[in-house]
Structure formats: C-alpha cells, structure tokens
C-alpha cells in the first residue's frame, strides 16, 4: 500500500538544527516532493519543495536556513533545518506527488524552545 514515512522530528533549543527524513513506499515516478508545516491554529502551508530533477523552492520566512535535497539512491527527501526559532514550531509533513496524486506521511512534531 502506498505510503509515506517521515521521522527525525523533535525538542530542541532555538538555534540548533534538525533533519526531516521521507521516505515514500511503493509510489513510483515522483515528479513533485513537498515539505509542509501546521502550527496550532494555522492552516498548513507549503514551504520547501523539489522536482524529480532536484530543482528546489522555498518559503519566504525560510530565509536561508533550511535546506531540501533528494538522494535518489536511497530515494529519500531529506530537510535540514539549522538556525531553528520558536516560530518554526508545529506539525511538519511530506508530500509524494506521482501522476497528479498527493501522498501524505503522518507529520513529525517539531518543538522549538526559546
């Protein structure tokens, strides 16, 4: 059954980094990976993405300090997330796109404290 997984989410300081992992089970021909965040209260809004061919977007408050890649070998999208501040705390979820289908993982809580 197709599926996605994230993991690597957690409780750490502001200033310090975290790395998102997706892994995407039994989707094949991804064309679109996303990485979206919900804060309590907020609507879930998109802020990092990147194509089949690595090419990457961002989220304006992004501002330089979270990163997303692609390793096609272990066909897992990974975010770095350094410089990390209170405001980034929430729900953080990956999306696979394959053949205008959105695949959603089951959010990874990222907990952010001053």
């Known amino acids: 059954q197709a599926r996605v997984v994230e993991s690597g989410g957690g409780f750490v300081q502001a200033g310090g980094s975290l790395r998102l992992s997706c892994v995407p089970y039994d989707i094949s021909r991804i064309g679109f990976s996303g990485w979206y965040r919900q804060a309590p209260g907020k609507q879930r809004e998109l802020f990092a993405s990147?194509?089949?061919?690595?090419?990457?977007e961002y989220g304006d408050f992004v501002k330089g300090r979270f990163t997303i890649s692609r390793d096609h070998d272990k066909n897992t999208v990974y975010l770095q997330m350094n410089d990390l501040e209170p405001a980034d705390t929430a729900v953080y979820y990956c999306s696979q796109e394959s053949r205008l289908r959105r695949y959603w993982g089951q959010g990874t809580q990222v907990t952010v404290s001053s």
């Open positions: 990147i194509t089949n061919t690595d090419s990457a």
